[in-house]
């Protein structure tokens, strides 16, 4: 018997691909803003990702649950210095052979 095993080759996939958040000004920090979702179509340890702020908040205004996707306010928001925000996150294969990612963009006004 032969048994083929999985090799790291599919990064974590988005789905849907964007996404966009109405948040009021006066939202108090650690409120719970949206979810990220994505799969990989890898198997055992290979499918594993984490994700991650990559691009977008200089500032340090909001936080993702690594594990599961989930986008906080982390700093009280002012709407007059920074009206909108363009976030992009990122999930990163945990795999220890390569470290496959893909992104998404998180609209917040």
Same mark, same amino acid.
């Not at 990559?54 to 649950?65: H, K």
């Given at each position: 018997?032969i048994?083929?095993? &999985?090799y790291?080759d599919n =990064? =974590? +996939? !988005?789905n =849907? +691909?964007? #996404?966009?958040?109405?948040?009021?000004?006066d +939202?108090? =920090?650690e409120? *719970? $803003?949206?979810?990220?979702?994505?799969?990989?179509? &890898?198997?055992?340890?290979n499918?594993d !990702?984490? *994700?991650?702020i #990559?691009d977008g908040d200089r500032?340090?205004?909001f936080?993702? &649950?690594p594990e #599961?996707?989930k $986008?906080?306010?982390?700093?009280k928001? &002012?709407?007059?210095?920074?009206a909108?925000y363009?976030?992009? +996150?990122?999930?990163t294969?945990?795999g220890?052979?390569?470290k $496959? !990612?893909n992104l998404?963009?998180v609209?917040?006004f």
């Amino acid at each position: 018997m032969i048994s083929i095993q &999985d090799y790291n080759d599919n =990064p =974590p +996939v !988005f789905n =849907p +691909v964007s #996404y966009s958040v109405k948040v009021r000004e006066d +939202v108090i =920090p650690e409120a *719970f $803003l949206l979810q990220v979702t994505a799969t990989d179509s &890898d198997t055992g340890s290979n499918q594993d !990702f984490k *994700f991650s702020i #990559y691009d977008g908040d200089r500032e340090g205004q909001f936080r993702i &649950d690594p594990e #599961y996707g989930k $986008l906080y306010v982390h700093r009280k928001l &002012d709407r007059e210095t920074r009206a909108v925000y363009l976030l992009t +996150v990122r999930a990163t294969n945990t795999g220890v052979w390569r470290k $496959l !990612f893909n992104l998404a963009k998180v609209l917040g006004f």
